[in-house]
């Protein structure tokens, strides 16, 4: 993918993926990341 990303392509790229660390990538659009708060 190249060029200017819509928030729809943000989306698809994070579920395309799995995630260590929830990222605010934008407002509203943020890794999921693992379920660790209770670990912290």
Aim: zero cysteines; glycine letters at 10%; a neutral charge.
């Amino acid at each position: 993918m190249g060029g200017t990303w819509t928030e729809d392509d943000i989306r698809q790229a994070i579920s395309d993926r799995r995630w260590y660390h929830k990222i605010r990538l934008s407002p509203g659009i943020i890794t999921p990341g693992l379920p660790l708060d209770s670990v912290w």
